[in-house]
Nanobody, 119 residues
Framework: QVQLVESGGGLVQAGGSLRLSCAAS????????MGWYRQAPGKQRTMVAV???????GYAGSVKGRFTISRDNAKNTVYLQMNSLKPEDTAVYYC?????????????WGQGTQVTVSS
């Protein structure tokens, strides 16, 4: 069974840092783009950062310069380093990846990890 498992969320004060990790497990042949999305209460899920298999990155304007996405292809893992956190960054953060386990790429999601930034 292929799955994405996130870790690293928690409670932090404004100005602090957190690092999220998301590991893909299962009989994966390859991984396409990977990314992080977030959903605050009462709001839609939005893109935070994405990274292609070649390492090109893209960020939402609200996190550019504060967050850094990276990936370790040998470990099938994507990371999100979050610095200078603000209360408005509070949300459930979801990992997303295009996973190929033999039948073409499937858009897959993790279960989410809560990030809470106190003022």
């Amino acid at each position: 069974q292929v799955q994405l498992v996130e870790s690293g969320g928690g409670l932090v004060q404004a100005g602090g840092s957190l690092r999220l990790s998301c590991a893909a497990s299962g009989n994966i042949l390859s991984i396409n783009a990977m990314g992080w999305y977030r959903q605050a209460p009462g709001k839609q899920r939005t893109m935070v950062a994405v990274i292609t298999s070649g390492g090109s990155t893209g960020y939402a304007g609200s996190v550019k310069g504060r967050f850094t996405i990276s990936r370790d292809n040998a470990k099938n893992t994507v990371y999100l380093q979050m610095n200078s956190l603000k209360p408005e960054d509070t949300a459930v953060y979801y990992c997303n990846a295009g996973l190929d386990y033999g039948l073409g790429y499937v858009d897959s999601w993790g279960q989410g990890t809560q990030v809470t930034v106190s003022s």
